[in-house]
Structures are given as structure tokens and as C-alpha cells.
């Protein structure tokens, strides 16, 4: 089992440079990153066994973290309208 910490920059390197920009101008991204960022070290202290959990719980962990991730990812790719394409 890795214990490699999964960060979003590692994860989406591709976006690393909209992440930033979204942290900082959307306030629902910049929450779901800081979940995401929660959830990522309670799964690395987990499996690190700084903090041991059950398996359920570690299971938990995992989905939200990958259920966090799936909305992230969403939200970097998501189609801006164009101006001129509005009403």
C-alpha cells in the first residue's frame, strides 16, 4: 500500500497554474482544495500509522478524498462561457 501523500499539484500538474488562480478567485474551489487537502493528510497520517483507523474509516477517507478529487478535476475542466457566446 503507498503512502505516497497524493497533493494536487502532483495530481493535475497540468493545471497547477489555473489551480492557483482559482484558489484565489473562487471561493468554492479554494473550500473543496481545502477539503481535499484534509481529507489527503488524514489518509497519509493513516497509512503512515501516525494515526491508525480501521479499515472502514480508512475506506471513507478514500472515497471522499477521490470524490473530492472528481469535483476538482471537474471544475479545472469545466467549458467557461465565452462573453460573446452569453444571451
Given amino acids: 500500500m503507498s503512502s505516497t ?16 488562480h482559482l484558489r484565489e478567485t473562487d471561493g468554492h474551489f479554494h473550500r473543496e482544495c481545502s477539503a481535499y487537502e484534509d481529507v489527503n493528510h488524514a489518509v497519509h497520517k493513516a497509512e503512515t500509522g501516525l494515526e491508525p483507523c480501521d479499515d472502514v474509516r480508512m475506506a471513507e477517507l478514500r472515497k471522499r478524498r477521490l470524490a473530492l478529487k472528481d469535483e476538482i478535476y471537474g471544475m479545472l475542466t469545466r467549458v467557461e462561457p465565452v462573453a460573446d457566446q452569453i444571451g
Fill in 5 to 20: 501523500p497524493h497533493h494536487l499539484a502532483e495530481e493535475f500538474p497540468e493545471f497547477v497554474v489555473q489551480m492557483r
